[in-house]
Nanobody
Framework: QVQLVESGGGLVQAGGSLRLSCAVS????????MGWYRQAPGKERELVAT???????NYADSVKGRFTISRDNAKNTVSLQMNSLKPEDTAVYYC???????????????WGEGTLVTVSS
């Protein structure tokens, strides 16, 4: 069984910073990509940033230059440093990972339960 535990959400003023972290545990053979998605009220879930096992990154245009994703392969963790936060960044942020539980299994997506980030103006 695979578990994703997120931490670091909260309330911050516009222009402030927050750091989200996600720890992946359980029966894991190989983790491929890790990333963060978000869902604002009344909107669909959208990609924020992803990072591959080789540390290649991809960012949504709306967060480029403000957010930085990183991962620790030894600890199976992924973090998102969010700077210069804006009210429009307010959303529930979800950790995502794509991994295999055994050498012969398929790659499967797993999701965390989400952590709320609220940016006040």
């Amino acid at each position: 069984q695979v578990q994703l535990v997120e931490s670091g959400g909260g309330l911050v003023q516009a222009g402030g910073s927050l750091r989200l972290s996600c720890a992946v545990s359980g029966s894991i053979f190989n983790i491929k990509s890790m990333g963060w998605y978000r869902q604002a009220p009344g909107k669909e879930r959208e990609l924020v940033a992803t990072i591959t096992s080789g540390s290649s990154t991809n960012y949504a245009d709306s967060v480029k230059g403000r957010f930085t994703i990183s991962r620790d392969n030894a600890k199976n963790t992924v973090s998102l440093q969010m700077n210069s936060l804006k009210p429009e960044d307010t959303a529930v942020y979800y950790c995502n990972t794509n991994l295999r539980v055994t050498r012969w299994s398929f790659d499967i997506d797993y999701w965390g339960e989400g952590t709320l980030v609220t940016v006040s103006s």
